[in-house]
T-cell receptor, first 114, second 114 residues
Framework: GAGVSQSPSNKVTEKGKDVELRCDPI?????LYWYRQRLGQGLEFLIY????????KSGLPSDRFSAERTGESVSTLTIQRTQQEDSAVYLC????????????FGPGTRLTVT | AQSVAQPEDQVNVAEGNPLTVKCTYS??????LFWYVQYPNRGLQFLLK??????LVKGSYGFEAEFNKSQTSFHLKKPSALVSDSALYFC????????????FGAGTRLFVKA
């Protein structure tokens, strides 16, 4: 079946511009996560959606970062006024539910801020 | 603070030899434990998980991991390494409390030499 997809696969933007990253989770997966992976580093949790519950935004690094999810489908991560330190791979994952369920990851969006 | 530690940045092993990738954690409550693998130019993939029950869990590609509650460890093992096992391995902990967060370790790069 179809896996998690993300678009665009690569994004180069100028400092100060806004960017929007998209994630299409696996159909039927109620949980959706966003992570950031800087070069050579581990995964940094950003935000988590579970069904219609309020999202866990505790990992968002600043108010320039926001994310939305429509029901149990597509999610968008928006970064406003991008900075060079935002350059990273942004990974989206989905799972059947909350704790105890493994996550299925998309291929990521590589963001480069020049 | 809740954390996951992968004490080795890199593990080198000869093909055919057993391999171990270490993971220890410090969390409150009963954790769910996961291993993920990131092959070059490919997305993160789920390997195995421990939820409850038998402390030894088996996963994909011949990998297994042992949950040790007293040592708060969840080391990944394989009896006989393959060159194709060379990849970046992440340990992750999901905490079953009122809130949610999955904490990933920093990753361990495994090199298997022919």
């Amino acid at each position: 079946g179809a896996g998690v997809s993300q678009s665009p696969s690569n994004k180069v933007t100028e400092k100060g511009k806004d960017v929007e990253l998209r994630c299409d989770p696996i159909s039927g997966h109620t949980a959706l996560y966003w992570y950031r992976q800087r070069l050579g580093q581990g995964l940094e949790f950003l935000i988590y959606f579970q069904g219609n519950s309020a999202p866990d935004k505790s990992g968002l690094p600043s108010d320039r970062f926001s994310a939305e999810r429509t029901g149990e489908s597509v999610s968008t991560l928006t970064i406003q006024r991008t900075q060079q330190e935002d350059s990273a791979v942004y990974l989206c994952a989905s799972s059947l539910g909350r704790d105890g369920y493994e996550q299925y990851f998309g291929p990521g969006t590589r963001l480069t801020v020049t | 603070a809740q954390s996951v530690a992968q004490p080795e940045d890199q593990v080198n092993v000869a093909e055919g030899n057993p391999l171990t990738v270490k993971c220890t954690y410090s969390v409150s409550g009963n954790p769910y434990l996961f291993w993920y693998v990131q092959y070059p130019n490919r997305g993160l993939q789920f390997l195995l998980k421990y939820i409850t029950g038998d402390n030894l869990v088996k996963g994909s590609y011949g990998f297994e991991a042992e949950f040790n509650k007293s040592q708060t460890s969840f080391h990944l093992k394989k009896p006989s390494a393959l060159v194709s096992d060379s990849a970046l391995y992440f340990c992750a902990v999901s905490i079953n409390t009122g809130g949610f967060k999955t904490i990933f370790g920093a990753g361990t790069r495994l090199f298997v030499k022919a």
